[in-house]
């Protein structure tokens, strides 16, 4: 199995720049309209553009544990808000609300609405040409960012992989041994 470290798999950073905060995380005008429509309490605000600008820059919505304290800070800048601010713990009904205006505003599927369909085919013809794990998952993420589908776990996209490397060596070794006469099995048998 491949690791994450090994993939193209989005992850932050352990140490953000001033300047990787400003490229990556400056909200735009647009951004701060849909947070504005959506959040009415500078707090919802924060936690809704922290999960917006981590969605636009990963490709999934991280837990608040995973974004970096740096973050959190740059983003209450913007907000204009006491630094420390903290997360508020959020109801599952709140986060999946987000989730849904997030993927309507950011024009994305989730990846449980065809997303492995997405890219099974792309994965299966890497697999014929491509042996390491972390090569066949950059096929897959690329393939699902184009396609305009939320990344899945990384868990997800490595069983992805195998399966389908399981389902194409099965294929080669059924093609190959297929075609092998009773002699030339008599004879590798003897080996």
């Known amino acids: 199995m491949a690791s994450i470290e090994r993939t193209a ?75 420390d601010t903290k997360w508020l713990p959020e109801t599952q009904m709140s986060r999946h609300r987000h989730r849904l205006s997030m993927r309507a505003y950011l024009q994305v599927s989730s990846y449980s609405h065809g997303g492995e369909r997405a890219v099974a085919h792309e994965s299966e013809q890497a697999a014929y040409t491509m042996s390491d794990p972390a090569d066949r998952i950059h096929v897959a993420i690329e393939r699902l960012v184009a396609q305009r589908f939320e990344l899945p776990a990384f868990s997800t996209l490595a069983r992805l992989v195998a399966r389908v490397r399981h389902h194409v060596h099965q294929h080669l070794y059924d093609k190959i041994t297929g075609a092998l006469t009773p002699d030339d099995i008599g004879r590798l048998e003897g080996l």
């Open 9 to 83: 798999s989005p992850r932050f950073k352990p140490v953000l720049t001033a300047h990787e905060l400003e490229e990556l995380y400056c909200p735009t005008e647009e951004d701060l309209d849909f947070v504005g429509k959506r959040a009415d309490d500078p707090t919802q605000q924060l936690i809704l553009l922290a999960r917006l600008k981590c969605h636009q820059h990963l490709g999934y919505l991280p837990t608040f544990d995973e974004i970096p304290d740096s973050i959190r800070i740059y983003l209450c800048q913007q907000l204009r808000l006491p630094a």
